[in-house]
């Protein structure tokens, strides 16, 4: 190492605008989440609250009684709501009321397409615990010698199974989009031609949203070593 080399490390090892910067930066990646996700949680509360207050007699809200609202109230009161409607939805009359107001919607054009793209994603969203991806995998994409880590989500079925039948045993995958993972591709892709990984769902979706930057630590992991001769 020549002369400048070791002056340039010095200057950065010993200069204290270096540890001002590690620290803030540290700091900034404890704070950074924990504020934003307090902001987004604390905002959704104040959305809920400002659209079912209005809703509920003002001699049964908090502000009759002790001067102010509390903020969230208005929230419990749309998760009892949400409990009375689904208890009772399982019933019989329920289910007749329900099947009633679905067909009335489907005979509205506009609104018929609106209800059903969002009973599509509240089902979605409800079902996720019981049908989840529980793998992760890399395939090439979008060329040969590129390649993109996937989500596997379950065979191929029906006509695009048989249509593939040639290629062998055929995935359907999810190949999420960085730095937003809920959005992304659906890919069939021959099994053959997917790399399984040992890390977690989690990790995979951590590495995908930081761009790269955020790795799993498990060390004992093997490393894959691909030949590109």
Known sequence: MN???????????????????????TGLVVVAPVGLTVYIVWTAIGIIDSWVLPLIPEKYQPATYIGVNIHGFGLVIFLIFVMIVGY????????????????????????????????????????????SFDKVCLIEYPRNGLWAIAFYSNEAQGEIRARTAAKGNVISVFLPTTPNPTSGFLLFVPERDVIYLEMSVEDAAKLVISAGLVYPKDEQTPRLEIDVA
């Open 3 to 25: 002369k400048n080399s070791e002056r340039k490390t010095k200057g950065r090892r010993f200069s204290p605008w270096t540890a001002l910067r590690a620290n803030f930066l």
């Open 88 to 131: 009772f939805a399982k019933g019989l009359i329920g289910r007749w009321m329900l099947g009633w107001g679905e067909s009335a919607v489907s005979r509205m054009p506009i609104v018929r397409s609106v209800y059903r793209g969002l009973k599509q994603i509240a089902e979605a969203v409800v079902n996720q615990s019981e049908r």
